[in-house]
């Protein structure tokens, strides 16, 4: 699966058709029968004939195997803290479907065909947030969906929660009871902290080009220089990200009236036989503006080797142990381990903190007449005259503590490595704490970016939008459907989160791809 499929299907409000692909379901027969060729011959299992974790040197029955899955998942329901999103969860059961898919699990079909028929009903387990440390897996996030199938606990569904049997049954669907292994399977892998990452991947997309966007109109704003994002600069430090975002920015400007040229910002000059004369003009404009494709590029870069990253994840074998039903042997190892996860999600943040300042930064030469050149004072609109009005004042001390918080929130989750279950899991990856703070940060950039594609909508109306550029005229009228001109002083906070989900929906990517064909 792609990313863009998962976050797709995750996010539907549509039914959601996937299956097994008749191979997958070979595959997984196959893996079973060499589990049971194993314990017909006496081998021990872990997880399946032994105790778990530092518990792993008690031998069990064969036939206490279900009993022991079934103990695995009740013990480890201790989560706490928020319930995760519906489409955190929706994501969570089709990635492990999806792993489990590959066979290497001793799983069988129906359970899986069970847990996607929970997505396509939107049948959504209630797991809390809080309680996995990445490795040996998302073991008490996973045990809520694993109770779930077997028709303990509760779910969301049809709009409020039921009991899980109460919701399965309402669906036509039926609970079911966990063989040997299963249990381990179903919970003790990277699927939680990646269905986060997988959705964080797909924002910090969206908010990668709406930082270029925004950075464009902002120029407009303030009577930029474009000469800042010429080819040639990008071409002499070639970083894949930065051109990325100068071509974007340059594209954008392309047809401006208000975004000025090298030429125009330097025409003012000192008269002959005149030293240390002011022009009034500075030829460079300042490091926000200047230098934006230096930091948006930073993070078209991660995302370029994170996504990668995701993608192996989500579509990898991430239990133990594993089976190999063509040699017919146990692998017992640690798949479980989402380091790769933890580490692209905390360079994740980072980036997207880094940007969330960047647009911070611009936000506050637009609405400062020091720097806006010529625009009013907080952008205040119709009704500055009066004096009583105060226009985007509120809007940038909000920005700005917003901001503030992504930067916070920035700090690694990786490097909090904890020794625990005895000295069993003594190192472990954190990778799901890191991939839940790369969600909360993206939560943040996008408000920060709302704010500020607010106040550039204003500020462009402010110089009169025969000036802007096409791409920039066609954006403004988008973010007006959202949220009306500022004529005097009214709350703003719906504003903010309509033109956040706006950001985020993939509306004005393709508005500005369909203006600059």
Known sequence: MTIREIAGAARSAAPVRVGLDPVSVVRMEDS???????????????????????????????????ELQRNLIRYHLNGVGPLACRDVVRATMLIRANSLARGDSAIRPEVVDLLLGMVLHDVVPRVPERGSLGASGDLVPLCYIAAALMGEGDVDYRGSTWSAVDALIDAGLNPIALEAKEGLALINGTSFAAAFAALAVADAEELAFAADLVTAMASEAILGNRAHFDEFLFAAKPHRGSIQSAELIRRILSDSRLARSQDDVTSARCTAGEQNCSGGERVQDNYSIRCAPHVTGVLWDTLEWASRWVAVEVNSSTDNPLFDSRAGTVHHGGNFYAGHVGQAMDSLKIAAANVADLLDRQLALVVDPRFSRGLPANLVGAEAGRGVHHGFKGMQIACSAVTAEALKEAGPAGIFSRSSESHNQDKVSMGTIAARGARTVLELTAQVAAIHLLAVAQALELRGLERVSSVSRRVHGVVRECARFVSGDRRQDGDIESVAQLLLSGRLRAVVAETSK
Do not use: C, M, Q, W
Not at 57 to 63: S, T, Y
């Open 32 to 66: 079973v029968r060499v589990l049971e060729k194993r314990l017909a011959e006496g081998v021990p299992v872990y997880g399946v004939t032994t105790g778990f974790g530092d518990s792993s040197h008690r031998r069990i029955a064969v036939e206490d195997a279900a």
